[in-house]
């Protein structure tokens, strides 16, 4: 309901609402009475939406659904019958949710049905074989499906169809075929997988997607092969390998391609010349770098790259000096 009401008698309001039922949005609903709604839903039959809940009547709300099926949502459950119901559905199927209970019938759903759309039919109104069907027809429809009218035929037919649909697939349901055919469209269902059905196989299938996916990937699945590869394909996957996996050339590379990752290397690995590469990507990194790294060089580097890096300078008389 807007609350911008513009009226301030149900004179006024009557009035403005003879000119244009539409305007009965900005009545206040005290001062709505039969008549006013009655113009205002004849005049504009989108106005049910803003009638007072006690002012919708039978003759009302069909009036309404007449012209317009979209209105159905706003008709009360005890106003609802057999043929405003037929109405509303013929007109827009997703009004099947709107339906009373007593009133779904098998035509109803069958209607709501049309062109396989899955995406309006409640769960308790699905069938396995409405299911199916639509799935044959849009794969992505399987996100509207019950999940307990699920089986192996259908989660396969769904994920072959769209790897999306692999995170809505019953856990039990889930098999290493499966779960490899989902990975292999899409790197990040790996995540997904069930950890019992998870290897090292499918793992590296989702790395070679994207490098990224290894922050998925548990430790006891990680290799050294593995972590390079994830971070030849995106540096900032540095930050999710393993340190005892982490070596100075993966540490080189990581930092060539994401400047932001100095903070994750390993003490014992860290150089002067892995903080000079740092800083120049970005000086932000020499906030991580340790006092005994902090030569002039990474210094003076750091400052070029923004004057703002002063404050990260630990060793005090260069700080002075700069």
Not at 177 to 206: H, S, W
Not at 228 to 243: C, D, K, N
Request: some cysteine; overall charge neutral.
């Amino acid at each position: 309901m807007n609350e911008e009401y513009r009226y301030e008698s149900i004179e006024m309001a009557l009035r403005a609402v003879k000119n244009w039922g539409g305007n009965l949005e900005f009545v206040r609903p005290d001062l709505q009475t039969p008549e006013m709604v009655m113009i205002a839903v004849r005049g504009n039959s989108r106005s049910l939406e803003y009638v007072r809940k006690d002012l919708i009547t039978p003759e009302l709300a069909e009036i309404a659904v007449k012209n317009w099926s979209g209105n159905f949502r706003f008709v009360r459950p005890d106003l609802q019958t057999p043929e405003m119901a037929t109405r509303a559905v013929n007109g827009e199927n997703y009004n099947l949710k709107y339906v009373r209970r007593d009133l779904e019938t098998p035509e109803l759903v069958a209607e709501a049905f049309k062109r396989n759309n899955l995406s309006h039919i409640p769960f308790h109104l699905q069938t396995y074989e409405m299911v199916l069907e639509a799935v044959r027809y849009v794969s992505s429809y399987f996100l509207f499906a019950n999940p307990d009218l699920q089986t192996p035929e259908l989660v396969r037919l769904a994920v072959e169809g769209d790897w999306y649909n692999f995170k809505r697939v019953r856990p039990d349901l889930q098999t290493y075929e499966l779960a490899l055919i989902a990975v292999k469209k899409k790197g990040g269902n790996f995540e997904c997988v069930r950890p019992d059905l998870q290897t090292y196989e499918l793992a590296m299938e989702a790395v070679k997607m994207w490098g990224g996916y290894i922050e998925g990937v548990p430790y006891h699945l990680q290799t050294p092969e593995l972590a390079m590869l994830a971070v030849e394909g995106w540096g900032f996957a540095f930050e999710y390998v393993r340190p005892d996996l982490q070596t100075y050339e993966m540490a080189l590379m990581a930092l060539k391609k994401g400047g932001g990752t100095f903070k994750f290397v390993r003490p014992d690995l860290r150089t002067s010349e892995l903080a000079l590469m740092a800083v120049k990507n970005w000086y932000k990194n020499l906030e991580h770098i340790p006092a005994h790294l902090q030569t002039q060089e990474v210094i003076e580097t750091a400052l070029k790259k923004d004057p703002k890096a002063k404050e990260f300078i630990k060793v005090k008389e260069r700080a002075n000096e700069n």
